[in-house]
């Protein structure tokens, strides 16, 4: 028995007009995501939206990469502002920057 391909729907009409968003919209939007483009990344964020701080060894004990590899995803997060770090002695506590995480689903729901 031979099955016939579903009709697909068109999702282009040449009645739409096209906008595109603002170029600052773009920018911070693709600066945030970019933070997040990382499974790593990914993770950190989410161990760091569960608690108040965390020191860098902690989060280093829960993922499965090497102290550097570690260190090098939290500076991208850093840069980006979604994390913030202070020096506590000679370790780092991070935690999410609120801000910008607010600033990060607001954009989202602009999509």
């Given amino acids: ?8 729907k ?14 600052a919209w773009a920018e911070e939007m693709a600066k945030l995501t970019w933070a997040l483009a990382h499974p790593a990344r990914v993770r950190i964020v989410r161990l760091l939206l569960n ?7 902690e989060i280093v004990e829960e993922m499965p990469l090497a102290q550097s590899t570690v ?14 770090g202070e020096i506590d ?7 999410i920057n609120k801000d910008a995480m607010a ?4 954009l989202i729901a602009e999509l």
Avoid: F, N
């Fill in 1 to 8: 028995m031979v099955r016939a391909k579903a009709e697909a």
């Fill in 10 to 23: 068109k999702c282009c009409t040449t009645s739409e007009k096209l906008t595109l968003p603002d170029v």
């Fill in 51 to 57: 608690r108040t701080s965390c020191m860098c060894g």
């Fill in 71 to 84: 260190s090098q995803h939290l500076k991208i997060l850093k840069e980006t502002g979604l994390v913030q």
């Fill in 89 to 95: 002695g000679p370790r780092v506590c991070y935690c």
């Fill in 103 to 106: 600033k990060l689903k607001a």
